[in-house]
């Protein structure tokens, strides 16, 4: 399987390691009442979605990097990749309203 | 002999020796070891996997599955080998396999006199009870019965190489298809990859009698392949086989060395490619199926298309006088070819009664009798020698020593199935045609369903020009090479339903058409259950034959169309890849890289005895002579620290140099305790948590200036420290002004240690005073030169409890400052000490390693708490804060020692409360580590138990079931020595 990191380009995939599910977002407030709760299903609950799927990748054999990869997990297609991290600058993705997607999805 | 006067791609200038079961025979430059064998009259090569019948060659391609061999001999013994595929080389050494004690008369024959009872699913039913029986008595019984060949006596001599290719098009075959798409896209400037598994390009070219432009199919091969080699972007890879589709690459095997006897010094055996390319042509060709009849496996029954071969390409007549059994034109013309080569043919035999005039037309003019209507009903010899035939009038006999036998061609869809792609049926040819296919595949030629030659060359030149437009390459269909445009006519057939004797789909497992039946009869009707259930499809040619025509039954029985039944799907690799390809280099010591420390080569001097410790290669202890055991060394080297002085190389902690503004605010944010406030030159220990409150790693970080931040890891945790911190700056905290790299190779690290490590490291340092008592407090820490001018840190931290310093330089001053240090710890009697001393000390001194950071244990469990800010957010806390970590019957952290300080303790124990029942709710903790302390002269332990601190002076039972000890221990407080730290703040 090949990646296209957005730093090095399309680089096979053993250079990676994989974390998985990115769309979870480390809650904002720890000190809130729930925040166990809140911190509970950013850390164990995932999704085993089949189909399309946003997950982490760290270039660990190249940029070290870590890197957003949307991917089909019954075709092994990879429609996108972004740096991970919201607020980094990410001209080639230009839908900019990922990380805000899946703070919604979070708290849904 | 067989061999044909002339004709043939052989050179009959260069003879070549070789043996079979120890018998000399001679075959010719250009041979393969199956056409040598049928040029010196070798008809049976083999035994049947499980009824033991006699085999002969069946093919002259990788779908054999008959003539599989062992090749070479000791450790070079590869057994399973293809003998249709095997390249003859001199001196080849191959020995036929699963007979005993000979090929010629094989005992466990008799299983095929058995073979009524010895049916589908026949193990299972039969050898049932007792169920013990089965593991100890039958199943090797059966083993030993049915069986290929023998595995090499030794490790593998030889190697194997991995590498990796890209191009814009990978064209996979180089028959009239592949050759013409390869010149197709290589003449628009696209980069191309033609792979051929055969030794020589061609493919069908090389077997057939025909003319392209005028020409022979030969002639045409030279100059596509000139042409070929005349292009900078073209590679032609021979003898490489792509064995499977993977997602945006092809996996392929090149049999760099497998034609001689020995590779030559530094070539490998096999290389291992990875393709990466951006576009695919599947040029793989059609094979010729069988026809399932009674006695259809005896030696000297052929396929057509293989009996072409051997006559055309290898000038071999695999039979004197010949039949042929089919049901499709290409059989004839593979007769035809035979016949006019002086192999006759006595008669054709084709189930079709409509077989175009022309066709029968060549077999009327060369005198060939044909029977059309007719079946093959069986054959009899020990090689063949009798074929009965019905003929529609009766029954006949005809006295042959061949039979070439064709069921029609199926195209090699096997490479398009490998992302899930089913192939569908088609009707017209009775055949499964290409379905779905991987991403940036298309098919070209015989592989899909077009068989005739005028249409492969202009289905190749198609789909070549094709590829590289759709890469932006500018190519205009190519003008097809001039050629005939035959017809196949093929019929469906399949079974010879009045043949009496066994009828096999699948040769090489022993599947029957009798099998196919009974299994729908039983129940299994599904083509996976029909697998499953008689092992069709199993073997290594996993059902490249056979496949097709046991659907095509059991479709009959069930009576079912075949894309009713379903499709035979087909899985990577298409023909077998040895272990020792996928491994490459990565055998033994290779498995993974050494690493070394920087002052490996004087630890080795000393007479250092290396351990792996993570991936690195430590010293473990450094033995002298009259020290019969490690633990006299390591007593040795722990009393010497405790009272002197040692070193030890510690350049295996990792090491991440941090800067910036935001440092500190990042390092209360991983780790749990507060690092913001720490001043310039001092050095704090830290924990780190996992976001689940689980203790990740600890270690000590140093301010190195106001912006700038030395930090080390345990060895084991380095990489996923680094990953970790990298993860939490990208990913959660971008906004933070921290830059962070991986130093860990950067710089080797001396420890110095016991009471006199001063007066060594003012030994080594240019400016003693910088590293006074004063100057250079407990964790303290200084920029310093050694030796004379080289950079340097000095950190004064403790592992061993004693006083204490670790230097660090760039790692190319390593060695050279290990040796400064032995040097100017000479006076002090100073020893090198290894990890096991290390490790002693630790538990001496109650410092938490592996064993306590075992991904289990909260910070509090290792009694941490105390250390953990309760004024900042970090990793891990709020998690940290469940329930379940605040249970007071949580384990944690406590020192033990045997109430008979005779006894000794070994990690693992389990604490049970004196008088309990060694029950696990009886269970109050474990032993995490143990030690003999030489400093105490007993034995020691770490360990968690109920209560913690609270038990320290109980006494309770160490129990370890597994090693039969139970042994009372004293519980303490987690450092057995100096807990004041005395000797460190020294």
């Not at chain 1, 979870?24 to 299903?41: C, E, M, Q, V, Y």
């Not at chain 2, 290719?165 to 696209?190: K, N, Q, Y």
């Not at chain 2, 945006?248 to 497998?258: Q, S």
Request: glycine content about 10%; overall charge neutral.
């Amino acid at each position: 399987m090949r990646i296209p990191c957005p730093y090095c380009g399309p680089r096979d995939a053993h250079e990676f390691s994989y974390l998985g599910d990115a769309t979870g977002t480390r809650p904002k407030n720890p000190s809130a009442p729930d925040a166990i709760l809140a911190f509970h299903d950013y850390v164990y609950p995932r999704g085993n979605p089949a189909g399309s799927h946003r997950e982490l990748w760290y270039h660990t054999n190249g940029c070290r990097r870590w890197v957003e990869v949307s991917r089909n997990t019954l075709t092994h297609e990879i429609t996108g990749a972004r740096f991970a991290g919201a607020s980094i600058p990410d001209a080639s993705v230009p839908d900019a309203s990922v990380s805000d997607a899946s703070e919604k999805e979070a708290v849904s | 002999m067989s061999r044909l006067a002339k004709g043939g791609q052989i050179d009959r200038s260069r003879p070549l020796a070789f043996t079979f079961d120890d018998i000399a025979y001679q075959g010719y430059f250009g041979d393969t070891l199956a056409s040598a064998l049928l040029a010196n009259d070798v008809k049976l090569v083999g035994r049947s996997f499980k009824y033991h019948r006699p085999r002969g060659i069946l093919t002259a391609g990788s779908e054999e599955p008959n003539a599989l061999v062992e090749l070479r001999s000791g450790a070079r013994r590869e057994p399973n080998t293809r003998a249709t595929t095997a390249e003859l080389f001199d001196g080849l050494e191959a020995a036929s396999q699963n007979r005993w004690p000979s090929l010629a008369f094989d005992a466990m024959a008799v299983n095929g006199l058995l073979s009524p009872f010895f049916g589908a699913a026949f193990y299972y039913k039969t050898f049932m009870w007792p169920k013990a029986a089965w593991e100890k008595l039958y199943e090797p019984a059966i083993r030993r019965a049915a069986g290929l060949g023998r595995a090499a006596d030794g490790p593998d001599p030889d190697h194997y190489e991995k590498a990796h290719a890209f191009c814009d098009l990978l064209v996979i075959g180089s028959g009239p298809a592949g050759l013409e798409a390869a010149l197709a896209a290589g003449r628009a400037g696209a980069r191309v990859i033609l792979a051929e598994e055969d030794f020589a390009f061609g493919g069908r070219l090389l077997s057939e009698k025909t003319t392209i432009e005028d020409d022979t199919p030969g002639a045409y091969v030279t100059r596509a392949i000139a042409e070929l080699k005349s292009f900078t972007n073209v590679r032609l890879m021979v003898r490489t086989a792509v064995f499977g589709a993977y997602d945006d690459e092809y996996g392929a095997l090149e049999r760099v060395a497998d034609h001689v006897a020995v590779p030559a010094p530094f070539q490998p055996r096999q290389r291992l490619w990875k393709i990466i390319p951006k576009r695919v042509v599947l040029a793989a060709g059609a094979m010729d199926r069988p026809i399932v009849f009674g006695g259809n496996d005896r030696p000297g029954v052929m396929h057509a298309a293989a009996a072409q071969t051997y006559v055309n390409r290898f000038g071999v007549a695999p039979a004197k006088t010949s039949a042929v059994f089919s049901n499709n034109d290409a059989a004839w013309r593979a007769a035809f070819d035979a016949h006019d080569a002086g192999a006759s043919v006595k008669a054709i035999v084709d189930v079709r009664t409509d077989v175009s005039p022309e066709i029968t037309g060549g077999a009327q003019k060369r005198g060939i009798r044909t029977i059309l209507g007719g079946k093959v009903v069986s054959t009899r010899g020990k090689t063949l020698g009798i074929v009965s035939v019905e003929t529609g009038h009766g029954r006949e006999t005809l006295y042959v020593d061949g039979l070439m036998m064709s069921g029609g061609f199926s195209p090699n869809v096997h490479l398009t199935c490998h992302h899930g792609g089913k192939p569908s049926w088609d009707e017209t040819i009775a055949a499964f045609v290409p379905g779905k296919c991987p991403p940036g595949m298309t098919v070209a030629g015989a592989a899909t369903g077009t068989f005739s030659l005028a249409d492969c060359l202009a289905d190749g030149g198609r789909k070549g020009a094709a590829a590289a437009r759709d890469l932006g390459f500018s190519a205009a269909d190519p003008t097809p090479p001039r050629a005939e445009s035959e017809a196949t006519g093929q019929k469906p057939f399949w079974w010879v339903h009045e043949s009496k004797g066994l009828a096999f789909v699948d040769f090489q497992n022993d599947v029957k058409a009798k099998d196919v039946a009974l299994a729908h009869k039983e129940g299994f009707s599904s083509v996976e259950h029909l697998k499953r259930y008689t092992t069709l499809g199993m073997a290594t040619d996993q059902g490249k034959l056979g496949n097709v025509a046991g659907l095509a039954i059991l479709a009959e029985v069930s009576g079912r169309t075949i894309p009713q039944t379903g499709t035979t799907m087909f899985r990577p690799p298409w023909t077998p890849v040895a272990l020792a390809a996928f491994a490459g280099h990565h055998r033994g010591p290779d498995f993974r890289p050494t690493r070394p420390t920087p002052s490996h080569a004087f630890a080795e001097e000393l007479g250092g005895q290396f351990v792996e410790a993570g991936p690195w290669l430590r010293a473990a202890y450094f033995p002298h002579r009259g020290e019969p055991t490690l633990r006299d060394s390591v007593n040795r080297e722990v009393l010497a620290v405790r009272e002197r002085v040692g070193w030890i190389d510690v350049s295996t902690f990792g090491k991440i140099e941090l800067s910036g503004p935001d440092v500190g605010a990042f390092l209360d944010r991983v780790y749990i305790n507060t690092f913001s406030t720490l001043k310039p030159g001092k050095v704090r220990y830290g924990v780190m948590l996992r976001e689940d409150g689980i203790v990740m790693d600890d270690g000590t970080t140093t301010r190195l200036s106001e912006d700038r931040w030395a930090m080390t890891t345990t060895t084991a945790n380095a990489g996923r420290v680094y990953q970790h911190l990298v993860f939490c700056h990208q990913v959660l905290w971008p906004e933070l002004d921290v830059r962070m790299a991986s130093t860990t190779e950067q710089w080797a690290q001396i420890a110095i240690a016991g009471p006199r490590a001063r007066d060594v490291l003012q030994g080594v340092v240019d400016d003693a005073a910088a590293v006074s008592a004063e100057a250079l407090p407990y964790m303290g820490a200084a920029e310093t030169t050694v030796m004379g001018g080289v950079k340097a840190r000095v950190f004064r931290v403790s592992f061993s409890g004693e006083l204490g310093y670790e230097v660090a330089v760039p790692a190319r001053h390593g060695e050279a400052l290990a040796r400064a240090i032995a040097k100017a710890g000479a006076a002090q009697d100073i020893v090198p000490y290894g990890l096991e001393a290390l490790a002693v000390m630790r538990i001496e001194k109650g410092h938490v390693s592996g064993p306590e950071l075992n991904g289990q244990t909260s910070a509090a469990d290792l009694g941490f708490a105390r250390m953990a800010s309760t004024k900042k957010d970090y990793i891990g806390r709020v998690l940290a804060g469940r329930e379940a970590f605040r249970d007071p019957r949580r384990p944690s952290l406590v020192g033990i020692k045997p109430v008979d300080r005779t006894q000794m303790l070994r990690a693992g124990a389990h604490f049970l409360k004196p008088g309990a029942k060694p029950t696990t709710g009886n269970d109050q903790g474990w032993l995490s580590s143990a030690t003999w302390s030489p400093t105490l002269g007993h034995s020691i332990g770490l360990g968690f138990l109920v209560g913690g601190s609270a038990m320290v002076g109980e006494v309770f039972r160490a129990w370890d079931g597994l090693r039969g000890t139970d042994i009372e221990v004293e519980i303490c407080a987690p450092c057995f020595i100096d807990p004041e730290g005395v000797r460190l703040r020294g």
